[in-house]
T-cell receptor, first 114, second 116 residues
Framework: DVKVTQSSRYLVKRTGEKVFLECVQD?????MFWYRQDPGLGLRLIYF???????EKGDIPEGYSVSREKKERFSLILESASTNQTSMYLCASSFFRVSTDTQYFGPGTRLTVL | KQEVTQIPAALSVPEGENLVLNCSFTDSAIYNLQWFRQDPGKGLTSLLL?????REQTSGRLNASLDKSSGRSTLYIAASQPGDSATYLC???????????????FGKGTKLTVNP
């Protein structure tokens, strides 16, 4: 079974803190994604990566950065957390450019910024 | 820009009823369409994936159809059970011009409650 794990289920941080959200997948997937999910707005893509050290902006990259030093790990970084970044963050992975395959999601991290 | 709409936003039915969830998308140039299930506070689980060349897919009590030309998909759930209560999300995978990326574009979901 494909497994995508996220470092924390719940996280509480203060405004201005630097926050790291970690995601690890065990299926040797090339693609990895970070989404945020908010009521009434649905899932929105923040950043994605096709390969190690590669990254591309999604629909809402402002206020975020990412790091992919190893194929299995994709980190989302909030350089200076703000209250409007309180949200559910979901990581996903998939095989590279295989249109027949789905994205596999992690359990999510509920981040609260006070 | 691809947009995905799901109607209704919420649905409450008695146990045993057959039901249909709807999904529509604005750009028919898709690779595939997927239905996901999300339980409260959890991640997404893929239920069914329909390729653009297919008309439907079935898994147990679930049947998903795709009409690409009209930009519509339906998820049919037969003999609903309380355990089916969850939010159901529709997503289309379509090509992006930038770098050949293939993005998933999600609808906002239908929250289903099946009452015992």
């Amino acid at each position: 079974d494909v497994k995508v794990t996220q470092s924390s289920r719940y996280l509480v941080k203060r405004t201005g803190e630097k926050v790291f959200l970690e995601c690890v997948q065990d299926m040797d997937h090339e693609n990895m994604f970070w989404y945020r999910q908010d009521p009434g707005l649905g899932l929105r893509l923040i950043y994605f990566s096709y390969d190690v050290k590669m990254k591309e902006k999604g629909d809402i990259p402002e206020g975020y950065s990412v790091s992919r030093e190893k194929k299995e790990r994709f980190s989302l970084i909030l350089e200076s957390a703000s209250t409007n970044q309180t949200s559910m963050y979901l990581c996903a992975s998939s095989f590279f450019r295989v249109s027949t395959d789905t994205q596999y999601f992690g359990p999510g991290t509920r981040l609260t910024v006070l | 820009k691809q947009e995905v709409t799901q109607i209704p936003a919420a649905l409450s039915v008695p146990e045993g009823e057959n039901l249909v969830l709807n999904c529509s998308f604005t750009d028919s140039a898709i690779y595939n369409l997927q239905w996901f299930r999300q339980d409260p506070g959890k991640g997404l689980t893929s239920l069914l994936l329909i390729q653009s060349s297919q008309r439907e897919q079935t898994s147990g009590r679930l049947n998903a159809s795709l009409d690409k030309s009209s930009g519509r998909s339906t998820l049919y759930i037969a003999a609903s059970q309380p355990g089916d209560s969850a939010t159901y999300l529709c997503a289309v995978r379509h090509p992006e011009s930038q770098g050949g990326s293939e993005k998933l574009v999600f609808g906002k979901g239908t929250k289903l409650t099946v009452n015992p």
